[in-house]
């Protein structure tokens, strides 16, 4: 009797669209949602936190210190304080990663803003831009890439991160990881890595894309 492969095709088959809830594409709908979710959320609370930071610059000290101590956190043990708040469900997951993309972002922001050169602030005084719309038409745009950079972080973080909320049930991909342990059973793992690794791979790339979407003057200078 041969050993048993590492890999059954026909397991994956059977299990990719069951219509039940642990199905692989089911299981891959949610991972992508619990993912996104912290990535927008991150970025909507970073950004002006961010910009609170480069305005009044005493902030951005204590400010840092507090968001290294929140990335110091480990995942688990935050999602098992959550419990008793939030129940078993994918808000156990959601905040503590919404904070870890805080705590990455808002460094790029203020590092993102920061790069924007004086002289670039000043020619749009003189051409009368309000505060307001220097900001959307001018520093932001310039630090767009240092952003994006903190940005393809969390998103593939968040991607890894996940996993580990199928500890209390709410893993989405990373529930096929508990399902190999308990069944010793090594295929439904395999599945699970290599669509985490390819979600990861996915949302890199299309950063990546935005990125260069946003900034066609970088990519026209890198061509001169």
């Not at 610059?57 to 400010?63: A, M, V």
């Not at 210190?65 to 935050?78: E, F, Q, R, T």
Request: glycine content about 10%; overall charge positive; proline content about 8%.
């Amino acid at each position: 009797m041969g050993e048993e492969p590492l890999v059954r095709w026909d397991w994956i088959w059977r299990n990719w669209s069951t219509g039940r809830a642990g199905s692989i594409d089911l299981l891959l709908g949610q991972h992508v949602l619990m993912s996104l979710f912290p990535v927008v959320l991150g970025l909507l609370i970073a950004l002006p936190i961010g910009l609170a930071c480069v305005r009044w610059r005493l902030l951005y000290q204590p400010t840092a210190g507090l968001m290294n101590v929140v990335y110091a956190l480990p995942s688990l043990p935050v999602f098992m304080l959550l419990l008793p708040a939030t129940g078993l469900g994918p808000a156990t997951v959601i905040i503590p990663l919404t904070f870890y993309g805080v705590a990455v972002l808002v460094p790029a922001v203020v590092d993102g803003m920061n790069s924007v050169p004086d002289h670039v602030r000043q020619s749009a005084v003189a051409m009368g831009f309000t505060p307001l719309r220097r900001l959307i038409q001018v520093e932001l745009p310039i630090a767009v890439p240092v952003v994006l950079a903190g940005l393809r972080v969390v998103a593939v973080s968040s991607i890894s991160l996940v996993s580990v909320g199928a500890l209390i049930g709410q893993g989405g991909l990373g529930n096929l990881f508990t399902d190999a342990f308990k069944r010793d059973f090594p295929t439904p793992a395999v599945v699970g890595i290599v669509l985490v690794v390819v979600l990861a791979l996915f949302a890199d790339g299309l950063l990546l894309v935005v990125q260069r979407l946003l900034t066609p003057w970088v990519r026209a200078r890198g061509n001169t």
